[in-house]
């Protein structure tokens, strides 16, 4: 067996002599035999086709050793001096395997492209994102600096949304030697004639079904709890327990804690494998209870470093159960021995259909870990009626048996809605191949500017490019007349123009506007943010707000953050609106404009409108006003504050990639001139509350800009380390204190005193106190302030000492006294503990 799953060492050495395909064989066999290990038949036809030039069509299961054919068509082509291009289908992939990559042939031979990070760009070997290759081949076609791509997951080209990218460059890059891997291909046959034809090149396919670890599947209609218990006894753990949905992921886990799945030393174990890791409050403290269970969770929408947790407990064989989404079929760093399916139906977002038999490939593959077990096991369950039923049915039989009375049993029906399965649908799926890949084509705006401003005929090409395309005819038809119909808007706005004759560069119709170089590569919008930024107030006391709402107007959606503030809104409408008096229909009718918040609106998206005559490619990229970092700021709540209040925990790690994104745009962005004292506040503070929730973001982030200078474990991916202590970044720390304080404030303004209570009841402030201890101020006062007044720094006064502050946050009361103040402890160490402010209220008194 021989694989990429160790980091290995041996190739970042001389490259084997240019012309000679046997020196390239030899060093990848000493790097394999070195290791122990030996090449499997596939491996060694797949390496002799690959080092040989052919293009490559690779089809083995899962763990069957793909990523070291990758590695060696890399090593070939370095040795002939050729660049090569290693695509993945999300960042993630991709920034692992930059550090695998890294490691195995040197820093300096391999780059980095995804549109939010370039490391050493004009490396031999590239990792990237499939949409990154594909808008280079858009831009140069066959003269693309590109002379091999590696695909992993090809399978991806039949994607409706994202396959165009795995299409373009197989379309454009006629010159390049093509790898395309994939554990679920299917028939190929049209890719291997066609990619023979446009480049004449031969074109290999190596097959094969042998799996290193062979699979075993199996249909039950029993209870799921009956059904672990039985692997668990029979040595089936790790079970990897597959939902469709994240909440049903959770809820399972929920279920299961109440099974006795480790004894006193397991969990004893799992104990010191914590140790003093920091579960936050919300999901984490639900997660910390699953795992000292043996019951681990795994999905995108937990914090990565909950998801790192659950893999290493996994690797260490710590976790008998994990209950997860399909996303282990696009790759999980976590060993499985058992995949247990409860569903062979889900929901695409568009409708709830049966699993396809590429999906269920995709997902059983990966049971059973080469080098550890014998075998892998696929387990399938019945829908629940049908295993109820058969339970009815088994009773039945029998008191049948026992008493010789037949009793009828009446059957249970599929929930009204559902798309129901049975063994009849397992038997077709384990029997199936992959459904043939079927093409998927998108001609937009970015497109069109890309293949018009490379040299030669631009038209001529697009259109060679659509009619060589793999779509039907009718499609092809239908993207010739959207292409035409792009081409007039980009005419009409003065964008493209056409010539009399031939240019310098044999171009007839030429783009008039200057791309920048990383064109459709990274976030379209920000030029649009910078030139927003001209429109902005720099005297308004809201002006360093305001900038955050122009980057995340172009920002992508946290559409979970979205929904929430959504009903927060309709809910406190229809509070306002009974109050009014108005009726049912009228409060409907208005209930239909309530959305999230959207500051500047009215400001950006006239503007938008103007930009888009002048840039129409933006066209595919919406704009998007929204308001989460600065609600977060506005309303003083730090991460958990957040998703307690809006209800996120199951989201979490959506919310954070959010804000992690906010901070890098506010850095990368906004130019230094516009970087006001109170925006590098806000900043700071935005930055250190993401760091000190999950260092990863931006660790990764800083080690993709700087790799040199960051520590890497085996060189695959940054270590993870704590954060560094909350208060060593005294701006931020000083920011979160001001938040901490100013949180209190909003919330007495709106009397809410149970939310007061959640806060500080712990140390004695419950909700009945605070009523108590507010009583004689409302009664002199009436309210509270918390406009940007209100909110000054000069307002809280701070008393340093090196254990703690002492702090006093003066009330902004109507007749402008200032003369209460609520009085605070900020534990040093304890925040440090935390990564949050910590706060102690000591009294809410007159100065």
Same mark, same amino acid.
């Given at each position: 067996m021989a694989d990429l799953d160790v980091t290995p060492a041996g190739l970042s050495g001389p490259l084997p002599p240019a012309g000679d395909p046997e020196a390239v064989i030899d060093a990848v066999v000493a790097w394999v035999e070195g290791r122990g290990m030996a090449l499997y038949p596939a491996q060694e036809e797949a390496l002799l086709e690959v080092v040989g030039g052919a293009h490559l069509i690779l089809s083995t299961p899962t763990g069957s050793g793909k990523s070291l054919v990758a590695a060696a068509a890399h090593l070939a082509a370095l040795a002939e001096g050729r660049r090569t291009f290693y695509t993945a289908p999300i960042k993630a992939l991709v920034s692992e395997k930059f550090f695998e990559l890294s490691a195995t042939f040197g820093r300096d031979r391999v780059g980095m492209l995804t549109g939010d990070a370039a490391v050493n760009a004009? /490396?031999?070997?590239?990792?990237?994102?499939?949409?990154?290759?594909?808008?280079?081949?858009?831009?140069?076609?066959?003269?693309?600096?590109?002379?091999?791509?590696?695909?992993?997951?090809?399978?991806?080209?039949?994607?409706?949304?994202?396959?165009?990218?795995?299409?373009?460059?197989?379309?454009?890059?006629?010159?390049? +030697?093509? %790898?395309l891997m994939s554990a679920t291909l299917g028939d190929t046959t049209r890719y291997e004639e066609d990619l023979e034809a446009r480049t004449g090149r031969p074109v290999a396919v190596v097959r094969s079904g042998t799996r290193p670890v062979p699979l075993v599947h199996e249909f039950r209609v029993d209870p799921l709890t009956e059904v672990l218990q039985e692997l668990l006894e029979t040595g089936g753990a790790p079970v990897y327990v597959v939902h469709f949905t994240q909440a049903g992921a959770a809820e399972r886990a929920q279920a299961l804690t109440s099974l006795k799945l480790c004894t006193r030393e397991e969990k004893d174990a799992i104990a010191e494998a914590i140790g003093d890791f920091r579960f936050s409050a919300g999901f984490g403290r639900t997660l910390a209870k699953f795992v000292r269970h043996g019951v681990g969770v795994h999905h995108a929408g937990m914090l990565p470093r909950y998801r790192r947790l659950v893999e290493r407990l996994a690797q260490a064989g710590l976790l008998k159960v994990i209950c997860g989404t399909d996303t282990l079929g696009v790759g999980i760093n976590v060993p499985i021995r058992t995949v247990l399916l409860t569903s062979l139906s889900k929901y695409d977002g568009t409708s709830?259909?049966?699993?396809?038999?590429?999906?269920?490939?995709?997902?059983?593959?990966? /049971?059973?870990?080469?080098?550890?077990?014998?075998?892998?096991?696929?387990?399938?369950?019945?829908?629940?009626?049908a295993i109820e039923n058969a339970k009815?049915?088994?009773?039945?039989?029998?008191?049948?048996?026992?008493?010789?009375?037949?009793?009828?049993?009446?059957?249970?029906?599929?929930?009204?809605?559902?798309? *129901?399965?049975?063994?009849?649908?397992?038997?077709?799926?384990?029997?199936?191949?992959?459904?043939?890949?079927?093409?998927?084509?998108?001609?937009?705006?970015?497109?069109?500017?890309?293949?018009?401003?490379?040299?030669?005929?631009?038209?001529?090409?697009?259109?060679?490019?659509?009619?060589?395309?793999?779509?039907?005819?009718?499609? +092809?038809?239908?993207?010739?007349?959207?292409? /035409?119909?792009i081409e007039r808007a980009l005419l009409d706005g003065g964008v493209i123009e056409e010539l009399d004759e031939p240019d310098e560069q044999g171009r007839t119709v030429r783009v008039t506007v200057e791309l920048q170089p990383s064109f459709a590569l990274d976030q379209p919008l920000s030029p649009f943010a910078v030139a927003a930024l001209d429109l902005l107030d720099p005297e308004s006391p809201t002006h360093a707000l305001d900038v955050v709402s122009v980057v995340e107007a172009v920002l992508d959606d946290p559409r979970p953050v979205l929904q929430a503030q959504a009903r927060a809104a309709r809910g406190e409408a229809i509070g306002r609106m009974k109050a009014e008096g108005l009726d049912y229909d009228q409060r409907m009718a208005e209930l239909e404009e309530v959305t999230h918040p959207r500051p500047l609106a009215d400001l950006l998206e006239p503007m938008f409108e103007v930009y888009r005559g002048n840039h129409p490619w933006v066209a595919d990229t919406?704009? *998007?006003?929204?308001?989460?970092?600065?609600?977060?700021?506005?309303?003083?709540?730090?991460?958990?504050?957040?998703?307690?209040?809006?209800?996120? /925990?199951?989201?979490?790690?959506?919310?954070?990639?959010?804000?992690? *994104?906010?901070?890098?745009?506010?850095?990368?962005? %906004?130019?230094?001139?516009?970087?006001?004292?109170?925006?590098?506040?806000?900043?700071?503070?935005?930055?250190?509350?993401?760091? +000190?929730?999950?260092?990863?973001?931006?660790?990764?982030?800083?080690?993709?800009?700087?790799?040199?200078? %960051?520590?890497?474990?085996?060189?695959?991916e940054p270590v993870d380390v704590p954060p560094p202590p909350f208060t060593a970044n005294r701006r931020a720390f000083t920011v979160a204190v001001r938040n901490a304080l100013f949180r209190r404030v909003e919330l007495l303004a709106a009397q809410r005193w149970t939310a007061l209570g959640d806060l500080d009841g712990d140390d004695g402030w419950t909700p009945e106190r605070w009523h108590e201890a507010m009583g004689p101020y409302l009664a002199e006062h009436g309210t509270v302030g918390i406009d940007a007044d209100a909110r000054s720094a000069a307002l809280l006064l701070v008393d340093e000492h090196p254990d703690r502050w002492e702090v006093q946050q003066v009330l902004a009361d109507p007749e402008g006294d200032h003369d209460w103040r609520i009085h605070a402890t900020v534990d040093l160490a304890a925040s440090d503990a935390e990564g949050e402010v910590v706060v102690r209220v000591g009294d809410v008194a007159p100065l």
């Open positions: 004009d /490396a031999p070997l590239i990792c990237c994102t499939a949409e990154v290759l594909a808008n280079m081949a858009l831009r140069w076609g066959r003269h693309a600096p590109v002379d091999q791509v590696v695909m992993d997951e090809f399978h991806y080209i039949a994607d409706p949304d994202r396959g165009w990218a795995w299409q373009v460059p197989l379309l454009e890059l006629v010159d390049a +030697q093509h %790898v709830t259909r049966l699993l396809s038999a590429r999906e269920f490939h995709q997902i059983g593959g990966r /049971a059973g870990r080469a080098g550890f077990d014998t075998q892998g096991t696929v387990v399938v369950m019945a829908p629940e009626h009815a049915e088994a009773k039945a039989a029998a008191r049948t048996e026992k008493d010789g009375k037949r009793r009828k049993v009446t059957k249970k029906k599929p929930p009204e809605g559902t798309v *129901s399965w049975g063994r009849p649908t397992f038997d077709r799926l384990v029997a199936a191949d992959p459904e043939p890949l079927t093409s998927s084509l998108a001609v937009t705006h970015s497109m069109l500017i890309n293949v018009l401003d490379r040299p030669g005929d631009g038209r001529a090409a697009l259109r060679h490019l659509i009619r060589t395309s793999y779509e039907p005819e009718a499609l +092809q038809d239908a993207h010739l007349a959207r292409a /035409a119909e919406p704009l *998007s006003p929204k308001s989460v970092v600065r609600e977060m700021y506005e309303r003083a709540m730090g991460f958990g504050d957040l998703i307690r209040h809006h209800q996120l /925990a199951r989201v979490e790690g959506i919310v954070l990639r959010y804000l992690s *994104s906010a901070y890098r745009a506010l850095v990368r962005t %906004v130019p230094e001139d516009a970087k006001t004292e109170e925006l590098v506040d806000i900043t700071e503070w935005l930055g250190e509350l993401v760091r +000190q929730t999950d260092s990863s973001l931006l660790d990764e982030w800083e080690a993709l800009r700087h790799p040199d200078e %960051v520590a890497t474990d085996g060189g695959r």
